[in-house]
């Protein structure tokens, strides 16, 4: 960026469509940099606006510390190469050691931001991730994109305290995930704070959210029919309303086929099936899809979308 430019607001920033990267794994169980980078460069090429390191997609809990920095090398160098807007996942429960992971993100100046969860497991009171998110702000070289995901976390953020956060200097904006297009939600997204980006990070849930004018997604489905996902962003933005709520309809039951099983054994079937990656494999605690959850979202991505018969209730991250 030039120095004599001011900054473009966050939601600018943000906007489109992030497809937080898998993390392939090669046959002998390490992880297969070769592949991530033909994928990084696919689903840009497809039309995805940017791309994250390490999400919970990205299986960062169960990579030691040299493969993450390895996938955060590849990534960021593809961003780098296509001047696309990376983001860095990061933290856990504990303040201070992701404060120290923050400060590590150092080696990566050219990133957009850090995504940081909710304070999960030790269910710290509003106001205590609050005070979590008022360290973190100070200590972090990048700007943090909160990951409000109560069904991981286990802690409801509700829309004063994201309003708290979204006045927090260095805070850019949220990745969105609670289950549903709640109260909160809608009240979040019709007075939006200022200078802060309500991103998606559920997909079921993208083209109401951006119905409701939330500025884009982090998106594993993404990974699979990216062009389609970047269209409905945009036919929402530009106000094609009849078209973005097909598309929409029809993306969603895609998603819920891609997310039938614990995230992200089904999104790896269906790449390892379309030649994508190397193989399927999850590392442990996960365990590799069924080949009926594969081949439905499988076959939904490759009938046009929207034929697979995945039952509304379907869904399990
Ligand atoms: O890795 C991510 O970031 C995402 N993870 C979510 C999850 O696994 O719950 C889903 C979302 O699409 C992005």
Known sequence: MNPMQPAAPYAQQLDGIHVPLVTPFAVDGSVACDALESLAHQVLDDGATGLVALGT??????????????????????????????????????????AAALRGLKAWPEATAALVPVPYFTRPSEAGVVAHFTALAQASPLPLVVYNIPSRTGRTVGVDTLRRLAELPGVAGVKHAVGAVDADTVALLADPPADFAVLCGEDDFASAMFALGAAGGILAAAHIATGRWAELAAAWRTGETARARRLGGELT?????????????????????????????????????????????????????????????????
């Open 57 to 98: 997609t990205a299986e960062a809990a169960t990579l030691d510390e040299d493969e993450r920095r390895a996938v955060t090398d590849v990534v960021a160098r593809v961003c780098r190469e296509r001047s696309a807007p990376l983001i860095i996942g990061a933290g856990s429960n504990d303040t201070r050691a992701t």
């Open 253 to 317: 039951v895609l998603a819920q086929a891609l997310f039938a099983e614990p995230n992200p054994g089904v999104i790896k079937g269906v790449l390892h099936a379309q030649g994508r990656i190397p193989t399927p494999s999850v590392r442990l605690p996960l365990l590799p899809a069924s080949s009926a959850a594969v081949e439905a979202a499988h076959g939904a991505a490759h009938d046009g979308l929207g034929q697979a018969p995945v039952s509304a209730s379907a869904g399990s991250r």
